[in-house]
């Protein structure tokens, strides 16, 4: 035990002091935007000038030997970490993956070549008394290429566990935009950032998860697990304030004292600039928008060009999907892989078509929107929809959003609700 700590702590300390960059006064955090732009080009035309990530995955158990459910959390973060990657379109490759328990960990540790990236995923028990009492639950460190870390805490012992799942996507920003040369205030301060934007939203609105900040993957089930947001892929990138606020991956306790809440609405207060259109005008984005429905998660497969998708959001109930866009110099154009599962727009068997409006986020007039159907299949529907320049919302409405209740299960929930009504009066006479 004393061994395995040893080894870890010395680890962060010996790597967490480079960390600090030299000038921070000299980098402006308004050069995300056109770091994100750089970023762009970098990733589609510099690939090769990027170091490839080799990286080894360790499970630590504090029990004395692996069970099943540890290999199967092994397995879940082993999924997570290559498509988190992926979708940094970083080149990367796994050089281990191994479950270990506690007192073992120090054999394993000293075998690792130098180039190889650990990423040690370790249990409740023992995150409580490495990182949690430390008032952390997760640490990237770094002291050049070839000497990181990845620490994280699954304090929460799932096997598919949410909050793990976005504590490591969090040291993984870190990460891939250390490796692509980021300045500090992206590869640092955006990363805290959207943390800090995120942690707001889903303590003010007690949710999960906050699309507006995160994307998806796909676990080993096929379940879709919220992540941090990739870097250039949302509007945080885009316009970041000037002084934004920081906030590390919070420990929280239920229920939230009002101290947090204080914190999140203070978080909130700090608003953005509005980004330069001609920036927005440039903007090429393609991605996934986790987008919640009665609590459960679905992924929408997105494009958007000469603009930005503030937020996302659908309502079971008058079968509308809203997205808040701010177009560029012209406008731009969003394209939307609907899957049927999700949303249709069906009459008596056949296709027809979506209802689309437009209006401007201060104005409740709304005018109709034409839009292309460019691919249409037995599982999806991609629409193509044009939306003007400044702030406007896009509303599709179908005949169906999940979760869709067919009409005889209404009627029988009626026809219930009206014997049991009957019977109660009958009763009380």
Request: glycine share 6%; net charge neutral; with cysteine.
């Amino acid at each position: 035990m004393i061994k395995f700590l040893s080894v870890l702590i010395i680890l962060v300390l010996s790597t967490v002091i480079s960390f600090i960059p030299q000038s921070i006064a000299q980098e402006s955090a308004n050069s995300t935007a056109q770091y994100a732009l750089q970023l762009k080009q970098l990733e589609t035309e510099g690939m090769v000038k990027i170091q490839p990530i080799t990286y080894g995955i360790f499970y630590v158990t504090s029990k004395d030997q692996c069970e099943d459910s540890d290999n199967q959390r092994l397995k879940f973060y082993q999924v997570l970490t290559d498509e988190y990657l992926s979708l940094y379109r970083l080149a990367h490759s796994q050089e281990n993956a191994v479950c270990i328990s506690q007192k073992d960990f120090n054999k394993y540790f000293s075998a690792i070549s130098p180039t190889v990236i650990p990423i040690v995923i370790v249990d409740k028990n023992a995150g409580q008394k490495l990182l949690v009492q430390q008032g952390n639950i997760g640490l990237y460190t770094i002291s050049g290429i070839g000497s990181e870390s990845i620490l994280v805490c699954a304090c929460d012992n799932d096997t598919e566990s949410y909050a793990g799942a976005w504590v490591l996507s969090h040291e993984l920003s870190h990460m891939a935009l250390y490796r692509y040369g980021a300045p500090y205030s992206v590869y640092f301060t955006w990363v805290h950032y959207n943390e800090a934007m995120s942690y707001a939203c889903k303590i003010l609105s007690q949710t999960n998860f906050c699309p507006e900040y995160s994307t998806v993957v796909t676990a080993p089930s096929g379940n879709q697990i919220p992540v941090m947001e990739v870097f250039g892929q949302g509007a945080t990138a885009y316009n970041m304030p000037p002084t934004p606020p920081q906030i590390d991956v919070p420990i929280l306790q239920q229920p939230i004292p009002k101290t947090e809440l204080k914190k999140a609405i203070e978080v909130l207060v700090v608003l953005p600039p509005i980004p330069k259109l001609d920036t927005i005008s440039s903007v090429e984005i393609v991605g996934l928008k986790p987008l919640s429905i009665d609590s459960n998660l679905y992924s929408v497969p997105y494009n958007i060009t000469g603009g930005l998708v503030q937020k996302f959001y659908a309502n079971s109930f008058t079968k509308k999907l809203t997205i808040e866009v701010i177009g560029g110099l012209n406008g731009g154009h969003l394209q939307l892989q609907i899957s049927r599962k999700i949303m249709d727009s069906i009459q008596d068997g056949k296709d027809t078509k979506f209802v689309v409006n437009s209006a401007s986020a201060n104005d409740s007039n709304k005018k109709q929107l034409d839009y292309v159907e460019t691919q249409t299949n037995a599982k999806t529907r991609t629409l193509k929809i044009n939306f003007p320049q400044n702030g406007s919302n896009i509303e599709i409405t179908g005949t169906m959003i999940v979760p869709e209740f067919p009409l005889p299960a209404i009627t029988l929930a009626i026809s219930l609700g009206s014997i049991l009504a009957f019977y109660r009066i009958k009763l009380r006479k």
